[in-house]
């Protein structure tokens, strides 16, 4: 049964008019970044879009200010009606408390001599002088990991990062599109319009982009090592990565350019996920080095190593650390060879803090150290990949449906290893500089608690400080 003209005519009409504009736009992006120009249509967007954040946010507060004021009035009510009862309740728990607090801590007159050191009570026999043990000498260290689980410090960085206003997105939404009407008109034209609008477009661009890359990487690749095909290779790199980087709506602030890192150098960076490659490399040429992967990262990876000398280890070679330095230490002694990308924390990290930076082979050496801090804004979307819950197919699909990419790029001066300072020391302020200039927080623990269990020597060391101040 054919459908009805009318209908056929609607369709016929809808395509005309909105796919047009649509297939000019992409290609024009394409152009566009392709030359590394913009026409400001992108920031024109983010701001745009963080007037209808602000609106949105006053909103939201104004619908819990009423709601809040409600229910202190249905509280004062109910509170009328009960309070001869609450008085005795409150009687015979501060009884039960009186007694509770009496278990917990014996009577004075009936302990051994005491004293205080290092917040602990410490009791000591008459008869041999020996320290006992006593069941309050835990206490603070069931504190401690009562803390630990309250405010984690550790495993709240591998989940998406808090927001403190709603962006309009489901997956960051407590329900507020349902406040009042005018929320939810416009958290459906904004639904429409990232799914109708904005993901066709950016598969296009990638897909477009992610081909560019092969084709141009394969050419490349057959030129002669040589200073020109070092020159080809930065200009295609560079453009291929400015497209892909549309492909998101990246709007990229570079800070402190003077601080580009230079060849024969290593850079290194905090780590939020595999575009954070894509990010520097819109405005530098690098050598990546990092773990091999498979699907459509490892097809990139493999393009990539065509045109340019780019390191990729395997999981079981990452522990080899002299096999890392030597790789590292080749490439950089190399004349001419664009510098070394690291991310010294060997994990994704939620764009909140900077953990434990590895050693390896980069600050063992002594060459220079070229910082770089990157930081998301996390209103236009989350950039953090969790991979040990999501492929990197449905990390880009999230990516494809957020509103933009917007990110600040600090390049730091260079650092340099001093004479009387460790690798380690060397690792630490280098990763505090970052932190501080990215107004990220700076810890100790290592990133790799994500995928294994706390290492038995922190174990052993926390039972050492322990035994200590009970002995």
């Not at 309250?150 to 349902?178: P, S």
């Not at 990452?318 to 664009?338: C, F, G, M, Y």
């Not at 390896?360 to 990949?385: C, H, L, N, Q």
Request: proline share 4%.
């Amino acid at each position: 049964m054919e459908p009805p003209d009318d209908a056929t005519n609607f369709n016929v009409d809808f395509l005309s008019v909105f796919f047009p504009p649509l297939v000019v736009i992409t290609f024009a992006s394409i152009l566009l970044s392709s030359i590394g120009l913009t026409i400001g249509v992108t920031n024109f967007y983010k701001d745009i879009l963080l007037q209808i954040f602000e609106f949105c946010r006053k909103t939201t507060a104004k619908a819990r200010r009423k709601k809040h004021l409600l229910e202190e009035i249905d509280e004062d009510e109910s509170s009328d009606s009960s309070e001869e009862s609450s008085d005795e309740n409150n009687t015979s728990e501060n009884q039960d408390f009186i007694l509770k607090d009496d278990m917990l801590v014996p009577d004075p007159q009936q302990e051994r001599p005491q004293r205080q050191k290092n917040g602990l009570r410490y009791s000591f026999s008459i008869v041999d002088n020996k320290r006992e043990f006593h069941l309050n000498d835990s206490f603070p260290w069931i504190k401690n990991g009562i803390d630990a689980i309250i405010d984690d410090e550790v495993t709240k960085r591998f989940c998406a990062e808090e927001l403190q206003a709603w962006n309009l997105m489901t997956r960051t939404t407590q329900g507020f599109e349902f406040i009042n009407w005018k929320l939810t008109t416009i958290w459906l034209v904004g639904f429409v319009f990232r799914y109708a609008v904005l993901l066709p477009m950016r598969v296009t661009i990638t897909f477009i982009g992610v081909v560019w890359l092969v084709v141009c990487t394969a050419a490349v690749g057959c030129l002669p090592k040589s200073s020109l095909k070092r020159s080809v290779n930065a200009a295609v790199t560079m453009m291929c990565f400015r497209i892909l980087g549309r492909a998101l709506s990246a709007v990229i602030n570079f800070h402190n350019q003077q601080h580009r890192p230079k060849n024969n150098g290593v850079c290194v960076a905090n780590h939020t996920s595999p575009i954070d490659c894509l990010v520097l490399a819109c405005d530098n040429v690098y050598s990546f080095i990092g773990q091999k992967h498979g699907g459509f990262l490892g097809l990139l990876e493999r393009s990539l190593a065509r045109a340019s000398q780019h390191v990729w280890f395997e999981r079981s070679e990452l522990k080899d650390r002299a096999k890392v330095k030597e790789r590292i230490q080749n490439h950089v002694d190399t004349p001419d060879s664009p510098p070394v990308l690291i991310f010294p924390e060997g994990t994704c990290i939620n764009n909140t803090s900077v953990m434990q930076f590895k050693k390896g082979g980069s600050f063992e050496m002594s060459t220079v150290i070229y910082p770089v801090a990157i930081k998301y804004d996390v209103r236009f979307g989350d950039a953090f990949w969790n991979s040990s819950i999501d492929s990197f197919m449905a990390y880009l699909c999230q990516m494809w449906t957020s509103w933009a990419l917007v990110v600040d790029v600090w390049y730091l001066p260079p650092a340099f290893k001093q004479p009387a300072e460790s690798a380690v020391e060397f690792a630490n302020r280098v990763k505090a500089d970052i932190a501080r200039q990215g107004g990220l927080v700076d810890l100790m623990w290592d990133g790799n608690l994500k995928r294994m269990t706390v290492k038995k020597e922190w174990i052993e060391k926390q039972q050492e400080q322990f035994s200590a101040k009970i002995c």
